[in-house]
């Protein structure tokens, strides 16, 4: 019998349940990602995970701005409501890292080692850097295109497999 419980994600954060007001929702969003990442830390083993705020964007914290809002151009984003509908899903995964459905492997980036975490069922990615005493929360977002699931599943399959040989 298996006594892994099933991972359930936390509810969806929804413009329409603020009359589709974006300024409200907006600081609704804004609030979660501050109470998450600013006034608490989620730990990661057992490092503190920290979001990097400058250089800022339009004025807002750097993580949050780059978590929802999408666009090549990092000085010209627009606002992603995929993205913000799943604020609640990045300290998610990190507090719950060690649960099956969720996938967590390294790669380099750069001079980077950087911590993936996905759960396919939600497509949701978040990654983490890693720095001697902690770690910054670099970036999550959602993963829509079935392409770019299959490329994240091959990354965690070859890391894997080059951890068990």
């Given at each position: 019998m298996n006594s892994i419980?099933?991972?359930?994600?936390?509810?969806?954060?929804?413009?329409e349940d603020y009359n589709n007001n974006f300024s409200n929702y907006f600081k609704a969003v804004y609030a979660?990602?501050?109470?998450?990442?600013?006034?608490?830390?989620?730990?990661?083993?057992?490092?503190?995970?920290?979001?990097?705020?400058?250089?800022l964007a339009d004025g807002i914290h750097?993580?949050?701005?780059?978590?929802?809002?999408?666009?090549?151009?990092?000085?010209?984003?627009n606002p992603d409501l995929r993205r913000?509908?799943?604020?609640?899903?990045?300290?998610?995964?990190?507090?719950?890292?060690?649960?099956?459905?969720?996938?967590?492997?390294?790669?380099?980036?750069?001079?980077?080692t950087r911590?993936?975490?996905?759960?396919?069922?939600?497509?949701?990615?978040?990654?983490l850097t890693e720095r001697n005493e902690y770690y910054l929360f670099w970036t999550a977002y959602y993963v829509e295109k079935e392409h770019s699931v299959r490329k994240l599943k091959k990354e965690y399959e070859a890391y894997i497999k080059t951890k068990t040989a």
């Amino acid at each position: 019998m298996n006594s892994i419980a099933q991972l359930i994600f936390p509810d969806l954060l929804y413009l329409e349940d603020y009359n589709n007001n974006f300024s409200n929702y907006f600081k609704a969003v804004y609030a979660v990602f501050e109470n998450d990442f600013i006034k608490s830390q989620p730990k990661y083993n057992q490092l503190t995970v920290s979001a990097p705020k400058y250089p800022l964007a339009d004025g807002i914290h750097r993580t949050f701005y780059h978590i929802t809002h999408e666009g090549a151009d990092e000085k010209n984003r627009n606002p992603d409501l995929r993205r913000m509908e799943r604020i609640r899903y990045p300290k998610f995964l990190i507090v719950n890292e060690s649960h099956p459905e969720i996938l967590v492997w390294k790669n380099i980036r750069g001079k980077d080692t950087r911590v993936l975490l996905f759960n396919e069922k939600e497509g949701y990615l978040t990654v983490l850097t890693e720095r001697n005493e902690y770690y910054l929360f670099w970036t999550a977002y959602y993963v829509e295109k079935e392409h770019s699931v299959r490329k994240l599943k091959k990354e965690y399959e070859a890391y894997i497999k080059t951890k068990t040989a």
